[in-house]
């Protein structure tokens, strides 16, 4: 067999075992390739049943050599539509967080734990339902192989969802909301609230939680490298 052309740009192989994946849960492989390559290769997954009604798959996006990975949930209506992380209201306040706090989304690698929107049908209208764990952990490998490619410094998980895939199943966001922790590879992650779920609060705790998920995103932007 002929030995595999060398190429000194090539980032040398990383195996799943390996402990720089800042990853808590487990994932049984990881997709090989450029993130254009692997954008390429999700498009066509069928890993889960999500595919069928979804749209299209709705891969990460921003600068491949960002210092920072903002991890959100899954994509919803207008992201399943457009093909594009967070560009329905979701997005929306995230964008307000994020230019109140002066970071520039020239600087972000955005991503979904789960590429693909799952929703239930009700008249016209196509109502979100969250992934099931089984559905989390047939698309992981697209989310272990982005954090390989990227390799950001920070991590900020948006929502339970991306927080448990990071830190494991015992995470509480209410109680570890906002506070760095080390993670594998010298990084270091934090969790915040999802802006949808700040979006679907009672009036009575909303305006509280959206300080928080400002303040924890003012936190960032004083963390992020210079
Ligand atoms: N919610 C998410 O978690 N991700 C998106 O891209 C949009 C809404």
């Given amino acids: 067999m002929a030995a595999a052309p060398h190429n000194p740009k090539a980032k040398p192989p990383v195996s799943v075992a390996s402990d720089e994946l800042p990853l808590a849960k487990p994932v049984d492989h990881v997709p090989d ?25 709705v891969f990460g996006a921003g600068n491949p050599r960002a210092r920072v990975m903002l991890i959100g949930e ?30 520039a989304t020239r600087d972000l690698y955005v991503t979904n734990t789960v590429k693909h929107f799952k929703f239930e049908r009700r008249g016209k209208l196509r109502i979100h339902k969250r992934a099931s764990a089984s559905e989390q952990a047939a698309c992981r490998p697209w989310l272990a192989a982005e954090l390989l490619r990227v390799q950001p410094d920070l991590i900020v ?13 015992g995470f509480r966001l209410t109680a570890e909301r906002g506070v760095w922790h080390p993670l594998p590879g010298g990084r270091r992650g934090m969790a915040t609230w999802h802006p ?21 995103i003012e936190a960032l932007a004083a963390a992020m490298p210079e």
């Fill in 74 to 103: 899954q994509p919803g209506n207008q992201e399943d539509l457009e093909g594009k992380p967070f560009v329905g209201p979701a997005g929306k306040l995230l964008r307000s967080a994020l230019d109140a706090a002066g970071i």
């Fill in 33 to 57: 390739g450029s993130l254009a390559s692997l954008r390429e290769q999700a498009a066509e997954c069928q890993a889960c049943p999500l595919w069928r009604n979804a749209t299209q798959t």
């Fill in 196 to 216: 949808s779920a700040i979006l679907r609060m009672p009036v009575e705790g909303r305006e509280q939680a959206r300080e928080e998920f400002f303040a924890d």
């Fill in 157 to 169: 998980a948006l929502g339970a969802m991306a927080a448990q895939t990071v830190f494991g199943n």
